[in-house]
């Protein structure tokens, strides 16, 4: 998700006083703002969905949300929107392994009109209540079934567990003019798609959208097509479910090509975003700065989509931009560079992802370092306006919000977790310098691609490619309530 305060934010004070003074506090800142599958059940080959083969665990910061019983290897998600009636009517099949046996499954979903349940072919009570799906299907460990939920409704968002002011319900929300657009970080994919939502169980996705004619349709993923008005998706990576994005509107798209011809769409809305489109365009640039730094983009296409909405997030292979922004020309500058930190959190987040919210650090810390560091390369910073930046930033949101490593389930993506990691990765690499640095960004993303990690593989990835103990930096910067003394790692 976008940062409230990157470094571009404190150009101004920077560039007038010629970097001698105290930067601005960041807090201060005016912020821009047991049973057998049935009998009839048609033979299926799973193994054709092994890369979405997950480990969930529960999530120690929202238990309520996801489950560590199943893990969906396989969202099909069918669906079609009536801007007129605002209704989405969706048919989704999931291809689930169960953890364990149950004599249910249970999913995160929102109360939308269910007009029918399969399992393996044969019709299946399911009942929504209280955000969860609740069929009635015996299933056993590791015999993976084939849920099918066909559903209708109005699209209803769910709150967002945050004080932060930029940020909005989370969930699929209906534009005035009939248009779709989501942004669910932690949770709220639950609000389109019956899902296991929580970052632990990762999954593939083909997603086809129906809409009227004169409306495009936009989702995660590699586009895979449009026949009339049916545009279809398809992630081969696996993806977390606050990965996926929808978005539908009447949009212009346009198409370019990327660092070794990676295909890139951007998606627009003529005469409400015609001023962010020149920052659209530098996606080639930013991906190839990103590449130097961390190396291949992971993923077979990108992009960007412009919705409705006053926040960022890095939705996998098509980021997905609130264009809500003020008229001039700083603000838009600072969304170029919040564009460069969604497309950074295509390696450090999404596709090394976070197994619980415990480490949402691992994502906010390396996005925001990169989105920092391509500033002060582009324009020429000092690297001293960046330790004064960094350190006034991590002494001012220690005290407010206490240290990044255990988050407050309430205020969900708080200053600390961006800046007070982001000044932690800036020590390691001033003690590595930077070829050692990088070398260790890169093989973090590039050896990891598609898994998902925690703070003490962090700290073993460190310490086994550095050939130094980092652990006690890391675990001090992760748990402090101060910014910590000076710890030298020999
Ligand atoms: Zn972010």
């Known amino acids: 998700m976008r940062h409230r305060v990157p470094l571009i934010m404190l150009l ?141 409704g109005s699209p209803k968002t769910t709150p967002m567990p945050s004080q932060r002011k930029d940020v909005e319900a989370l969930g699929l929300t209906v534009t005035k003019e009939g248009g779709l657009w989501t942004m669910q970080e932690p ?17 593939l996705y083909d997603i086809r959208v129906t809409v009227p004619a004169g409306w495009s349709a936009i989702a995660s993923g590699t586009p895979a097509g449009q026949s009339g008005t049916t545009f279809t998706y398809r992630s081969t990576d696996p993806v977390a479910t606050y990965l996926t994005t929808l978005a539908v ?36 640039q930013y991906l190839t700065w990103l590449e130097k730094k961390f190396g291949p983009y992971p993923f077979p296409s990108g992009g960007v989509v412009v919705v409705d909405s006053a926040s960022g997030m890095e939705t996998q292979q098509m980021i997905t931009m609130g264009g809500k922004i003020e008229n001039t020309r700083a603000r838009r500058d600072r969304w170029g560079s919040d564009v460069v930190h969604e497309y950074a959190h295509q390696w450090f987040g999404n596709s090394v992802t976070p197994t619980t919210w415990t480490d949402l650090w691992l994502n906010e810390g390396w996005a925001s370092y990169a989105q920092d560091l391509y500033t002060q390369e582009t324009l020429k910073l000092s690297d001293a306006s960046l330790d004064r930046y960094l350190s006034a930033a991590d002494a001012a949101l220690r005290k407010k919000l206490g240290p990044p490593g255990k ?40 050896e990891q691609r598609n898994t998902q990690q925690d703070r003490a593989s962090f700290i073993a990835f460190v310490n086994k490619q550095t050939g130094r103990d980092f652990t006690k930096l890391i675990d001090t910067w992760l748990d402090s309530k101060t910014t910590p003394k000076k710890i030298t790692v020999a």
């Open 12 to 152: 101004g004070p920077l560039l007038v006083a010629g970097c001698t003074t105290d930067p601005t506090d960041p807090e201060a800142t005016p912020s821009a703002p047991t049973a057998t599958p049935s009998p009839t059940a048609p033979a299926v080959d799973y193994t054709v969905w092994q890369a979405g083969r997950s480990t969930p665990v529960a999530d120690k910061v929202y238990p309520a949300r996801g489950t560590d019983a199943l893990d969906v290897l396989h969202y099909d998600l069918e669906l079609d929107w009536a801007p007129s009636t605002k209704t989405l009517t969706g048919t989704a099949t999931l291809r689930i392994r169960p953890v364990e046996n149950a004599p249910s499954l249970v999913l995160d979903f929102m109360p939308y009109q269910v007009d029918g349940v399969t399992v393996d072919g044969s019709p299946a009570p399911g009942a929504v209540a209280r955000e969860k799906l609740t069929v009635t299907a015996p299933v056993v460990a590791d015999q993976p079934v084939t849920l099918v939920v066909k559903y209708h």
């Open 187 to 203: 949770f709220g994919a639950l609000t389109w798609y019956p899902a296991n939502d929580q970052p632990s169980d990762e999954a």
């Open 249 to 284: 509107g009447k949009y212009q798209k346009l198409t370019a090509t990327g660092p070794r011809g990676i295909p890139l769409t951007y998606w627009y809305r003529k005469g409400v975003d015609d001023k962010l489109v020149p920052y659209l365009k530098k996606s080639p």
């Open 407 to 446: 988050p407050d389930p309430k205020r969900f993506a708080e200053g600390n977790v961006y800046l007070c990691s982001e000044a932690m990765l800036h020590e390691i690499h001033k003690q590595l310098g930077d070829k050692a640095f990088f070398a260790l960004a890169r093989a973090w993303v590039q």
